[in-house]
C-alpha cells in the first residue's frame, strides 16, 4: 500500500458505475435512496468472454460487470480491488474440505485468493496494469480511498477502484457488525479538487463503500469515512 502524505489527499471522480440486486441500471442507482439493497440475482458479464466469467462467483461477476460498464471505459489505469470479506463463499467450502479431506480443489483456491477477480479482469483485457487488492475490515472504504488518491499523488493520470462484497455465510454470519449487502462498485478517480480526504477530524465514524458511494451521487458535503485518525471526505467548497 502506497504512503498517503500527512495532508489532505485532493481527488476527482471522472465516472462511475455499480451493480447490485434491484439496482441495475444507471437510473435506479441515481434514484437509490441509500439503503443496503439485498437479494440473490448476479449479472450476466456478457462483456467478458464465457470461458472466463464462468470461472467468477457472484461476488466476482458483480465486480465485472461494475468493471466493464460502458461508463468506465477501461483503458489500461491501475486497477485497486477492495473488498471487506472477499471470496468468503468459497472460502468456507475450502476450509471445511481442508479439514475433513486434508486437500483442497487447486482450481477453487485461485479463485478464492483476494486478488482472483482482479486478475481474472486484466486477463481478459490483456493488460499488464499493477493490481492492489485490499481488505481492512470496517475501514475498508477509507483503505481504498486512500490508497487511490496516494497513487494519484505519485502521479498516476487515473486509478480505477472497485468495492465489492456481499453478505457474510450463515457460518460467519453471527460475527458480523454492521449491515452487509451484495454490491459492486467501479470508482474513475483523476487528480482534481472536486473532493478532499482530510485526517485529524473528531469522532466521525467507520462508513461502508455503499454509504461513499451515496456521498458521490446525493452531493452531500461532508462524509466522516473513518473512527481512526478521524478521516473525512469533504466535496470542494464545503467546510468539513
Not at 15 to 29: F, I, T, V
Not at 66 to 86: C, F, K, V
Not at 170 to 189: S, T, V
Request: include cysteine; proline fraction near 8%; glycine fraction near 8%.
Amino acid at each position: 500500500m502506497s504512503t498517503p502524505p500527512a495532508t489532505a489527499l485532493h481527488f476527482s471522480l471522472k465516472q462511475w458505475s455499480a451493480w447490485a440486486p434491484g439496482l441495475e441500471s444507471r437510473n435506479a442507482w441515481l434514484a437509490w435512496d441509500g439503503k443496503p439493497p439485498g437479494g440473490e440475482t448476479a449479472p450476466k458479464v456478457e462483456a467478458m468472454p464465457a470461458m472466463l466469467r464462468r470461472r467468477a462467483d457472484r461476488l466476482g461477476k458483480m465486480a465485472l460487470e461494475a468493471l466493464y460498464a460502458p461508463e468506465i471505459a477501461y483503458h489500461g489505469q491501475p486497477l485497486i480491488h477492495a473488498s471487506r470479506h472477499g471470496e468468503a463463499t468459497r472460502t468456507v467450502p475450502l476450509l471445511q474440505s481442508l479439514a475433513a479431506e486434508g486437500k483442497v480443489s487447486p482450481q477453487a483456491f485461485s479463485m478464492a485468493v483476494h486478488n482472483a477477480t482482479a486478475g481474472l479482469f486484466t486477463i481478459a483485457t490483456r493488460t499488464h496494469t499493477p493490481v492492489s487488492a485490499i481488505a481492512a475490515g470496517a475501514e475498508t472504504a477509507l483503505a481504498g480511498l486512500v490508497e487511490a488518491c496516494s497513487q494519484l499523488a505519485d502521479g498516476a493520470a487515473s486509478v480505477l477502484l472497485c468495492y465489492s462484497d456481499e453478505p457474510l455465510p450463515a457460518l460467519y454470519r453471527r460475527y458480523a457488525d454492521a449491515p452487509e449487502a451484495p454490491f459492486a462498485m467501479a470508482l474513475d478517480l483523476v487528480p482534481g479538487d472536486d473532493f478532499r480526504l482530510e485526517p485529524g477530524h473528531a469522532g466521525g465514524r467507520d462508513a461502508t463503500p455503499l454509504e461513499l458511494l451515496h456521498f458521490f451521487l446525493s452531493g452531500a458535503a461532508v462524509l466522516p469515512l473513518a473512527v481512526r485518525g478521524g478521516w473525512t471526505v469533504v466535496r470542494s467548497g464545503e467546510a468539513a
